[in-house]
């Protein structure tokens, strides 16, 4: 890496637990992302946006251990359910909801689905929903 990239470490998660945290991490982590998009629109070369970058991956690394200080139990139940349902979010709804309750509580985020209708109720709300497991 160039000198003037300032080292960062890995954000040290496998893809269920991003997953499960990936709404989060967009809330969380928006101004980093949205910078990083700008830089990356600005110039596509691989190097060019490697600051902005290790911005994401900080705010990643931090909120992932604010999640494992608070929310530990509800997000391990989480990923561990998506890792193995194929990582279908509608599979794992009731931890889901343990984990967004937590994060709600502990950290003031809420899970935001971008483009949800206004006035409609967030698929991830929805008690009784349409798609239910065939098998269990």
Request: aromatic residues 8%.
């Amino acid at each position: 890496m160039p000198a003037d990239v300032p080292h960062v470490e890995e954000v040290g998660v496998t893809s269920a637990p991003l997953k499960s945290a990936a709404f989060f991490i967009g809330a969380y982590c928006k101004e980093y992302n949205e910078d990083f998009m700008l830089c990356k629109n600005e110039n596509r070369e691989p190097g060019h946006c490697l600051k902005e970058g290790r911005k994401v991956t900080r705010c990643t690394i931090d909120l992932i251990t604010k999640m494992r200080e608070h929310c530990l139990s509800q997000w391990d139940e989480h990923w561990n359910c998506l890792e193995k349902k194929n990582q279908e979010y509608y599979l794992c709804r009731p931890a889901e909801r343990k984990l967004n309750a937590c994060m709600f509580e502990k950290l003031g985020l809420t899970k935001t689905i971008p483009g949800t209708p206004t006035g409609q109720k967030p698929i991830h709300e929805v008690e009784n929903p349409i798609y239910k497991p065939i098998q269990k």
